[in-house]
Every structure is written in C-alpha cells, then in structure tokens.
C-alpha cells in the first residue's frame, strides 16, 4: 500500500499579505490541517489572507467544507481572503455545488482578478 498523500500549510508573510499555499490533497483526512492554520492566522490578527490552491492536487467534499469554513473564520475575525484558481479537479468542484460565489478568486501569479 502506499502512503496517503498529506497536506502541506506553507505559511509566509510578505509585503504585509499573509500566505497559505496548500499542497497535496484537502480532504477529509487533512482538513483539520487548514482548519487549525486558519483559526490560527486569523487569531493572530491577519487583515488579509491569501490562500494559495496551485499545488492542491485534489479536494473533497469535506474539503469545501474547510474551505467554506475558513471564509466565515477569516470574515467573523475582519480578514480578507482572497484565493488563487485552482487546478481543474478543484475549480470543477466550485462550479458544481456553485460555491465559487462565496470567495473571491485572483489570479494565481499576477494577483489581478479574473
């Protein structure tokens, strides 16, 4: 058997923007990952977050959840979020339940919206 693919929360702070890319897969094995970064940034009084999903490589239902959970955490505690595009597995996830409406999206290298 081999070993399950884990998730990585790279965090770093530049130009006063905190960042969080995901990297591996957000399921629900590894959503209590994203929870605790989350409810940890945000604690520590981020005013913006950037959540990086480029290296995501795959994301269930239960990672949604997280997802959607992490937007309300970021909104009750005034911090922007704002999320990079996706590969397509995880933006065909957005558009099939129509939760791509509850984050805006920019751009995943240039920062301008798409």
């Known amino acids: 058997m081999q070993p399950r693919p884990e998730l990585e929360c790279q965090e770093s702070v530049r130009h006063g923007r905190c960042s969080l890319?995901?990297?591996?897969?957000?399921d629900l094995v590894t959503a209590p990952r994203l929870d605790a970064a989350i409810g940890r940034i945000?604690?520590?009084?981020?005013a913006e977050l950037l959540l990086d999903l480029r290296e995501l490589t795959f994301m269930d239902s239960t990672g949604l959840r997280?997802?959607?959970?992490?937007?309300k955490t970021c909104t009750a505690r005034d911090?922007?979020?704002?999320?990079?595009?996706?590969?397509?597995?995880?933006?065909r996830l957005f558009k099939l339940t129509?939760?791509?409406?509850?984050?805006?999206f920019i751009g995943a290298s240039?920062?301008?919206d798409r």
Do not use: I, S, Y
């Open 21 to 26: 890319a995901l990297v591996g897969e957000l």
């Open 42 to 46: 945000c604690a520590d009084g981020a």
């Open 66 to 71: 997280a997802m959607l959970a992490a937007a």
């Open 110 to 112: 240039d920062g301008r």
């Open 79 to 91: 911090c922007r979020l704002v999320v990079t595009h996706g590969n397509p597995q995880v933006e």
């Open 98 to 104: 129509d939760t791509a409406r509850a984050f805006r």
